[in-house]
């Protein structure tokens, strides 16, 4: 995944739905209709969150005879992993930051 698309596959992931697919996706390929099984929205709707998902990189297909195959592109999950985790560091350094200075402080 390119790193400048990773906000792309944040805005993609901001949906329930497609984070239902991804969900689903996770656990391994998969054809529309079996991602559409128990969904609250058609086969068609899936179809076009999947297209979401691809356009931010998120999920590739391939072709089986008449069906497509959905999966998801582990590239692209781990650069968005890899962009919580900077989120997540910074969060506890500027917690840090804060905790020490108010220690100094009342010192």
Do not use: C
């Not at 529309?32 to 297909?61: N, W, Y």
């Amino acid at each position: 995944m390119d790193p400048n698309r990773a906000g792309d596959g944040w805005g993609a992931l901001a949906d329930d739905t497609r984070r239902a697919i991804v969900t689903r996706l996770a656990e391994g390929p998969l054809a529309v209709g079996r991602l559409a099984e128990g969904l609250p929205v058609t086969r068609s709707a899936v179809s076009q969150h999947l297209k979401i998902l691809k356009d931010a990189g998120l999920v590739s297909e391939r072709a089986a005879g008449t069906r497509r195959i959905y999966r998801l592109n582990p590239a692209a999950v781990a650069a968005l992993r890899d962009q919580l985790d900077t989120f997540w560091r910074r969060a506890l350094e500027s917690y840090a930051e804060v905790a020490d200075s108010a220690t100094e402080e009342s010192s």
